[in-house]
């Protein structure tokens, strides 16, 4: 009888336990619309070795996807947009992004990203054409879209 009622204890210690409070994991928190402000630095390089560098903060609209994969658009104003895109892969509480990055022309892209404690992500990126000698350099912060 003792045992049984052992038994019975643990059972019930172990079904309470169970039932507290679960951490949910990263990529669950990030799946949805995003919205926030993305500041851009844009460092272009002459043929003649004289840089440029423009900065610029402009609108950003962030999806992420439950199958790890992300969308931006940068809207600069009513007629250019930037664009980006890729997968992410997430190990602990750092994602890594990697993808493509679309401004006038298409540009490998790497960043990461960060859901921070106050429910917003940071997200910082970097798209370089060499070809062009052009470097966009970007950071935002963005909400979940109401």
């Not at 844009?42 to 900065?55: L, M, P, R």
């Not at 250019?80 to 994602?95: P, R, W």
């Not at 921070?116 to 979940?144: C, L, M, W």
Request: charged share 15%.
């Amino acid at each position: 009888m003792k045992f049984k009622s052992l038994f019975a204890f643990l059972a019930l210690a172990a079904s309470v336990v169970s039932c507290g409070k679960k951490e949910v994991a990263v990529s669950e928190k990030l799946v949805g619309n995003w919205t926030g402000t993305n500041n851009i630095a844009i460092t272009i390089t002459d043929s003649t070795g004289n840089t440029v560098i423009q900065e610029l903060s402009a609108p950003i609209d962030f999806e992420y996807l439950a199958d790890s994969t992300f969308t931006a658009v940068i809207t600069i104003n009513e007629s250019i947009t930037f664009k980006f895109g890729g997968i992410a892969e997430i190990t602990d509480s750092l994602v890594k992004l990697t993808g493509t990055y679309t401004a006038n022309s298409v540009m490998d892209m790497t960043g990461d990203l960060v859901y921070n404690e106050d429910k917003t992500i940071a997200i910082n990126y970097r798209a370089q054409n060499p070809e062009a000698n052009v470097i966009f350099n970007g950071n935002a912060i963005v909400s979940p879209k109401q």
